[in-house]
């Protein structure tokens, strides 16, 4: 079992910028892929960004530019950096590993339990 505990949410003014981490713990997997989701009220979860076990990396076409994600292999951590954020970022955000790069839920198998991100206007 892998155990994924995100953190570095918050509320934060429109064009302002928020870092998430994303802890791994237990029988962590280090060729897995790790992810960002997000799920506003309302709407279906949809995938925000996504590293794999080389550093490639992959991003929604909404927030290309504005957001990055990076890994660190020796802390089992991934993080999201989020700049000149929207009220329309404002979702809660999971993130997800597994051993496909995928950027569909079907592609990974462990979920961490989210972390909210407000984005006021």
């Known amino acids: 079992q892998v155990q994924l505990v995100e953190s570095g949410g918050g509320l934060v003014q429109a064009g302002g910028s928020l870092r998430l981490s994303c802890a791994a713990s237990?029988?962590?997997?280090?060729?897995?892929?790790r992810a960002w989701f997000r799920q506003a009220p309302g709407k279906e979860r949809e995938f925000v960004s996504a590293i794999n076990w080389s550093g490639d990396t992959y991003y929604s076409d909404s927030v290309k530019g504005r957001f990055t994600i990076s890994r660190d292999n020796a802390k089992n951590t991934i993080y999201l950096q989020m700049n000149s954020l929207k009220p329309e970022d404002t979702a809660a955000y999971y993130c997800?590993?597994?051993?496909?790069?995928?950027?569909?839920?079907?592609?990974?198998?462990?979920w961490g339990q989210g972390t909210q991100v407000t984005v006021s206007a």
């Open positions: 237990g029988r962590t997997y280090g060729t897995y892929a």
């Open positions: 997800a590993t597994g051993p496909a790069d995928s950027q569909t839920e079907a592609g990974y198998i462990y």
